[in-house]
T-cell receptor, first 114, second 114 residues
Framework: AQSVTQLGSHVSVSEGALVLLRCNYSSSVPPYLFWYVQYPNQGLQLLLK??????LVKGINGFEAEFKKSETSFHLTKPSAHMSDAAEYFCAVSQSGGYNKLIFGAGTRLAVHP | DAGVIQSPRHEVTEMGQEVTLRCKPI?????LFWYRQTMMRGLELLIYFNNNVPIDDSGMPEDRFSAKMPNASFSTLKIQPSEPRDSAVYFC????????????FGQGTRLTVV
């Protein structure tokens, strides 16, 4: 069975500081990996996804994630946090075979302070 | 396309009443998913459909929950009778039938059962 673990339910950074949100996955087959962002009272929006074409994936709003098979990780980073990045971030995994269903981690709430 | 459309955005109902949540997926999408989000349990996949057929309903918590997809452009999630512990945000999402494709989420329905 597939699963996702997000380390740290809350992360707080200063504006301009590096953002690092951690995600580790468990999958018996090559996974498909995603990061979503949820702003207050909104649905989930895709930030980026791992496509197997490249291990370093760039997404919207300056975010990127690196797939590391040896570490079963897909951590999300952004070099410089902006106040507007404050939101909840979800890592998700799905598998090949047309199932398409996403299994989500518990989420990490990012706070950005001045 | 207007995206995934859910209605109502907010629903407050009394315990024991029937509640029906509605979803219009993105036109052309083959998969439709119902998720529930709570503080305690995070994002849970309740059920998903492929070409209007329910594929996996193992996430549906109890027989009080039922979901239908009578056609490609409409789905309902019904709770009868509702209970206070059903209070949550319910999301509908849709996706294409391709590997490594993301799901597109609606804005959610915030259900409060009093």
């Amino acid at each position: 069975a597939q699963s996702v673990t997000q380390l740290g339910s809350h992360v707080s950074v200063s504006e301009g500081a590096l953002v690092l949100l951690r995600c580790n996955y468990s999958s018996s087959v090559p996974p498909y990996l995603f990061w979503y962002v949820q702003y207050p009272n909104q649905g989930l929006q895709l930030l980026l996804k791992y496509t197997s074409a490249a291990t370093l994936v760039k997404g919207i709003n300056g975010f990127e994630a690196e797939f590391k098979k040896s570490e079963t990780s897909f951590h999300l980073t952004k070099p410089s946090a902006h106040m507007s990045d404050a939101a909840e971030y979800f890592c998700a995994v799905s598998q090949s075979g047309g199932y398409n269903k996403l299994i989500f981690g518990a989420g990490t709430r990012l706070a950005v302070h001045p | 396309d207007a995206g995934v459309i859910q209605s109502p955005r907010h629903e407050v109902t009394e315990m024991g009443q029937e509640v029906t949540l509605r979803c219009k997926p993105i036109s052309g999408h083959d998969y439709l998913f119902w998720y529930r989000q709570t503080m305690m349990r995070g994002l849970e996949l309740l059920i998903y459909f492929n070409n209007n057929v329910p594929i996996d309903d193992s996430g549906m918590p109890e027989d009080r929950f039922s979901a239908k997809m009578p056609n490609a452009s409409f789905s309902t999630l019904k709770i009868q009778p509702s209970e206070p512990r059903d209070s949550a945000v319910y999301f509908c999402a849709s996706s294409l039938a391709r590997d490594n494709t993301e799901a597109f989420f609606g804005q959610g329905t915030r259900l409060t059962v009093v």
